[in-house]
């Protein structure tokens, strides 16, 4: 059974930065792309980004360009999202998914979810 489970998260002052991890665990990450989403309270989960199993990133928001970066270590399973000058407007609980496929699917088709990790941007 696959498994991925975010960390990382918590409260950080505007401009501030902070790292995600999505550890993965019951499949061979190399194999997979992994997209990064996000949900605002009282909004619609967005996709942020995706990293296709080579390495090469999408985003899909605009707003994140320049500011935040995803990266992957397959010897470890892990894949880091690196957020920085984070603004109020980020705040939100962060997932990772696991993409069907070895690149981003421009529809998306993510076959399994982790948890998430909530981010705070406040001062």
């Known amino acids: 059974q696959a498994q991925l489970v975010e960390s990382g998260g918590g409260l950080v002052q505007p401009g501030g930065s902070l790292r995600l991890s999505c550890t993965t665990s019951?499949?061979?990450?190399?194999?997979?792309?992994i997209a990064w989403f996000r949900q605002a309270p009282g909004k619609e989960r967005e996709r942020v980004l995706c990293?296709?199993?080579?390495?090469?990133?999408?985003y899909y928001e605009e707003s994140v360009k320049g500011r935040f970066t995803t990266s992957r270590d397959n010897t470890k399973n892990v894949i880091y999202l690196q957020m920085n000058s984070l603004k109020p407007e980020d705040t939100a609980v962060y997932y990772c998914?696991?993409?069907?496929?070895?690149?981003?699917?421009?529809?998306?088709?993510?076959?399994?979810w982790g948890q998430g990790t909530q981010v705070t941007v406040s001062s």
């Open positions: 998914a696991k993409e069907h496929y070895y690149y981003c699917s421009t529809s998306g088709s993510y076959d399994y």
């Open positions: 019951g499949f061979t990450l190399a194999y997979y792309a």
């Open positions: 990293i296709t199993s080579s390495g090469s990133s999408t």
